[in-house]
């Protein structure tokens, strides 16, 4: 069983953090950019070094800026509907996980748990495909049967 998603989706208030801060490294790239250019500027190759005008460099950060929203906000989601997967659990159920894939200590194995989790995870980037409009893969519940996953899956070719 594959749990990366799950780490991953543990993960996710750092990377909305990572995330936050590319505002800051965007704005910091702007002004580092030189708004002038000198028609005897050439480069060590000799080669003449090209000038982006201005509104060209503010229509990239505001491009960057834009993208770096719909991340933010698809993370955020993300986040929203974890939480809500994750207090649905008991108190027991949550402590596992929580200890298992955020502070790496487990002493007992819960496969169905693992399991749930995992299918829940795969619903909530199957939902953020849809909402934020890229395609992804449905979602198909898997179990320790084999039929049944084979089953589940032939049906979401259909």
Known sequence: MDNTIIYDYFKLPSKIEHARKRYTYYDWLFWQQSFMSCPNAYDDNGNKIGF??????????????DLNDNVVDMLNFKWQEFNRYLDDLTGNEHDYLRTKFMLHTVSSSNAGLEQSTINECNQIE???GYRYGFINDKAVDLTNDFETNFDNILSVLE
Not at 52 to 65: A, G, H, M, R, T
């Open 52 to 65: 982006i005008p201005f509104q060209k460099q503010v229509d990239n950060l505001l491009s960057y800026e």
């Open 126 to 128: 199957e939902a953020s």
